[in-house]
């Protein structure tokens, strides 16, 4: 397969720079979300559901009206990849954010069962379905747009900084959380104080759909519509066709990058402090300090991969990330506490690492004319089938086999590694 092209190499300018900020910032506000719903799941299923519900049921409802915004992503992201591949990565990058925030703000204004009845769980699921849909689109999207603006010697760097946003939109989402829970009282968070994280996202959000009015299209697709190239079948269909291994490939990618992701940011806090003797309070400092190690693991493998090759900086990623996981997760499983803190940062740092040249593989894996919608299909599909098994896995493992947590991530980091071997036999073989 023929490198697709990139802008040529050169040192990054302004115009450069506000296009990675301002495209950070929808990933950013997804996870932020993400973690506030779940902050407040409970008190959501209170406010949403009839009262005749008792608390696990109105619990079950509310996860299952998050969770169906997780199922229609896979459709969002291949619609809205369609017309990013055939009409332009602004205008479905505009898009994205625009039926990403709207629905985030919502959540903070909508009325409650008491107020309009049955009408207040319909209008909640469809703000999470709407909210879906367009974040199937918004992270592929942002790592497509950044890598044809950026130059091709700053690919890595580029995309790593929209995936290190990831992290640290859990890492503002949880402040946001604690904050709340420290200057208002449990009936005054429950009387509406739970709405203002879902309102303050719904701010943020609006002044990024402003400013991100001002970004230009990618040289790359101007040049595609210039010269005519554009895919002439149907995106979808044209990666079905001549795209199956790269494909198979990156939803492997999108396996270990949602692994890592759920088990460092989400699982290992509660497993911490629900099966291995860790507090809560504790559990969730060391988390924080964890998102910043893997904020800035990205980062320092995004920038490698443009130094070093993704390939190769893959399988050192992978070797830290498993050697360091075994001290750590030996440690957590026997309950020993000693250099736990320091052993979990460092396990982020490597992991996000790998999360830096996940991104880098798989823009360099599609030709432009289909790239939005190839990644999409394979980072949608994977988070879909992944992103969903990996919570089961480690939670029936926790309670009766805990070094299963161990063997799977184990697994996560080989399966890496034979990935980053294939990338390096690959790109000596197109040389």
């Known amino acids: 397969m023929k490198n697709p092209d990139f802008t040529q190499s050169r040192p990054l300018n302004a115009q450069d720079i506000r296009t990675l900020i301002l495209s950070a910032f929808g990933g950013m506000l997804e996870f932020y979300d993400f973690v506030v719903f779940i902050f407040f799941a409970k008190i959501i299923g209170e406010?949403?559901?009839?009262?005749?519900?008792?608390?696990?049921?109105?619990?079950?409802?509310?996860?299952g009206t998050f969770a169906?915004?997780?199922?229609?992503?896979?459709?969002?992201?291949?619609?809205?990849?369609?017309?990013?591949?055939?009409?332009?990565?602004?205008?479905?990058?505009?898009?994205s954010i625009v039926l990403m925030v709207f629905p985030t703000l919502a959540i903070g204004l909508l009325p409650t069962y008491h107020q309009i009845g049955y009408w207040a769980p319909v209008l909640l699921l469809l703000v999470r379905i709407l909210q879906g849909f367009a974040i199937g689109g918004e992270i592929p999207a942002a790592w497509v747009?950044?890598?044809?603006?950026?130059?091709?010697?700053?690919?890595?760097?580029?995309?790593?900084?929209?995936?290190?946003?990831?992290?640290?939109?859990?890492?503002?989402?949880?402040?946001?959380?604690?904050?709340?829970?420290?200057?208002?009282?449990?009936?005054?968070?429950y009387n509406g104080a739970w709405r203002y994280p879902f309102i303050l996202g719904g701010a943020f959000?609006?002044?990024?759909?402003?400013?991100?009015?001002?970004?230009?299209?990618?040289?790359?697709?101007?040049?595609?519509?210039?010269?005519?190239?554009?895919?002439e079948k149907i995106p979808l269909q044209k990666i079905f066709q001549s795209h199956l291994p790269d494909i198979s490939i990156?939803?492997?990618?999108?396996?270990?990058?949602?692994?890592?992701?759920?088990?460092?940011?989400?699982?290992?806090?509660?497993?911490?402090?629900?099966?291995f003797n860790i507090s809560r309070k504790d559990a969730i400092t060391m988390q924080s300090y964890t998102l910043i190690t893997i904020s800035l693991g990205a980062i320092l493998g995004g920038i490698l991969?443009?130094?070093?090759?993704?390939?190769?900086?893959?399988?050192?990623?992978?070797?830290?990330?498993?050697?360091?996981?075994?001290?750590?997760?030996?440690?957590?499983?026997t309950m020993r506490s000693d250099g736990i803190a320091v052993l979990y940062a460092a396990t982020g740092l490597f992991a996000g690492g790998i999360l830096g040249c996940i991104p880098y593989i798989m823009i360099h894996r599609f030709p432009p004319a289909v790239r939005i919608s190839g990644i999409s299909f394979s980072y949608n599909l994977g988070q879909a089938i992944f992103g969903g098994i990996t919570p089961i896995i480690i939670v029936l493992m926790a309670k009766d086999y805990p070094i299963g947590i161990l063997l799977y991530v184990l697994f996560l980091a080989a399966l890496a590694c034979f990935l980053g071997l294939r990338s390096v036999v690959k790109n000596k073989n197109r040389r």
């Open 205 to 231: 959000g609006i002044i990024t759909i402003f400013l991100r009015r001002y970004l230009k299209e990618t040289p790359v697709f101007i040049e595609m519509k210039e010269k005519k190239t554009l895919s």
């Open 47 to 63: 406010h949403f559901f009839p009262p005749t519900l008792d608390s696990f049921w109105a619990s079950i409802n509310t996860y």
């Open 68 to 95: 169906v915004g997780f199922l229609v992503r896979p459709i969002g992201g291949m619609i809205m990849a369609h017309f990013g591949d055939l009409f332009g990565r602004k205008k479905m990058f505009f898009l």
């Open 305 to 333: 991969c443009d130094k070093k090759g993704a390939g190769k900086m893959l399988i050192f990623w992978s070797i830290c990330f498993g050697i360091c996981s075994c001290f750590f997760l030996q440690q957590l499983i």
């Open 250 to 275: 990156s939803i492997l990618l999108t396996w270990i990058f949602t692994g890592c992701s759920i088990l460092l940011t989400l699982m290992i806090p509660n497993l911490m402090s629900d099966f």
């Open 145 to 189: 747009f950044v890598a044809e603006h950026v130059p091709k010697n700053r690919i890595g760097l580029a995309d790593s900084m929209i995936t290190a946003s990831l992290s640290l939109g859990v890492l503002l989402g949880s402040a946001i959380t604690l904050y709340i829970n420290t200057v208002f009282s449990s009936e005054e968070i």
